[in-house]
């Protein structure tokens, strides 16, 4: 959905360096969340925040950190990127009582 | 927390013939079960949708069973197209947040 867009679309970063991958969306959504996909494994959630002061740990939060900065706006970092944090990173926005996720375009990101 | 299930991981069917996917979970407090399709390279899209308070959904060729006492839920592909190729995720809400299966990746042989 054009609604959420994530910046950058691939990036290739080598190990310890720290990256920063960013998450906008345009529809007001309040819910915003950071998954994960390895081959295999399926979507796995990092991190989720409910509004602007609200973020709360996934199942996969290690080595990880985010930022809420504005409704509009999540970004997930890794302080200290490890080869095993190369995966297809997916940012969603929701709303609603049923929580209807939207998914942005996706980030490949390989740790060298 | 919520623990799904999908199966089978693959799956490839003639064009024409049906599919069907399998999930199960273990939280039965989880009230809404979607299904997202997956294509190459792309985004996952929602496809079809249900409730807890419903046992059938159905979208043209596509239908969605729900079983709570068995805590099972099931897409059904009827007519499939070499367009229905990819991978499909069911997932299992009570709300906050989403449990994903691993994900059927299904081939529609022409």
């Known amino acids: 959905d054009a609604d959420v867009t994530q910046t950058p679309r691939n990036r290739i970063t080598k190990t310890g360096k720290r990256i920063m991958l960013e998450c906008s969306q345009t529809?007001?959504?309040?819910?915003m969340y950071w998954y994960r996909q390895d081959p295999g494994l399926g979507l796995r959630l990092i991190y989720y925040s409910f509004d602007v002061k609200d973020i709360n740990k996934g199942e996969i939060s290690d080595g990880y950190s985010v930022s809420r900065q504005a409704q509009a706006k999540f970004s997930l970092s890794l302080e200290s990127a490890i080869p095993n944090q190369t995966a297809l990173y997916f940012c969603?926005?929701?709303?609603?009582?049923?929580?209807?996720?939207?998914f942005g375009p996706g980030t490949r990101l390989t740790v060298l | 927390g919520e623990n799904v299930e999908q199966h089978p991981s693959t799956l490839s069917v003639q064009e024409g013939d049906s599919a069907v996917i399998k999930c199960t979970y273990s939280?039965?407090?989880?009230?809404?079960f979607p299904w997202y399709k997956q294509e190459l390279g792309k985004r996952p899209q929602l496809i079809i949708d249900?409730?807890?308070?419903?046992g059938e959904k159905k979208d043209q060729r596509i239908a969605v069973t729900l079983n709570k006492t068995a805590k099972h839920f099931s897409l059904h592909i009827t007519e499939t197209q070499p367009e229905d190729s990819a991978v499909y995720f069911c997932a299992a809400s009570r709300g906050n947040q989403f449990y994903f299966g691993t994900g059927t990746s299904l081939t529609v042989i022409p």
């Open positions: 529809k007001g959504h309040d819910r």
């Open positions: 969603a926005a929701s709303s609603g009582p049923y929580n209807e996720q939207f």
């Open positions: 939280d039965s407090a989880s009230n809404y």
């Open positions: 249900i409730r807890s308070n419903v």
